[in-house]
């Protein structure tokens, strides 16, 4: 009787324990990360922090010929300066295939996504522009990176630092 009772329990603590399905999401809060950018064979890094009023600073480190090529992304518009040129456009003039609007438009559809779990992989499908992509993630949101296939872009985020929950 001890032993169906105990198989009963451990049965019991195996179903709840698969049962627990946590609604983890994409955490969006990042302050500074890093990410490196394969692009169709061509590669790209930059450092990206997020600044106070919501808008992204993107540093260019690599490749050699465009270090030094800051990009300041907000909702509306992007500012670039490059060897003291500076231009300024609509966030809708830039091509959509580009790394930076590609990145905002994933971060931006799956922030609000659960987090899907296949054989301790963690990650959010979708589409966005007639783009497929995957957003790969830690257990608990955190982004690792972008991988949208047939496109041939590949973006892995580096050296992540998360807002603390008091300057949210």
Known sequence: MKRLSVVVLCFVFVLCGCGSNKKVKVKTDLLT??????YNGDKYSFDVKTLENG??????TAPQTL????????????KIDY???????????????SA???FFAVIKDAKDKPIQNREKE????????G?????????DGIPLSINCEREKIFMEF???TLAKASEK
């Open 33 to 38: 990360f890093g990410c490196n950018v394969d």
């Open 158 to 160: 580096v050296k992540l």
């Open 67 to 78: 270090v030094g090529m800051r990009c300041v992304i907000g909702e509306k518009k992007v």
């Open 122 to 129: 963690y990650f959010v499908s979708g589409k966005v522009n």
């Open 83 to 97: 060897m003291g040129m500076e231009i300024e456009k609509s966030t809708n003039e830039l091509p959509f295939g």
């Open 55 to 60: 808008e992204m600073d993107c540093l260019v």
């Open 131 to 139: 783009v497929e992509y995957t957003l790969n993630t830690t257990d």
């Open 100 to 102: 930076v609007s590609l």
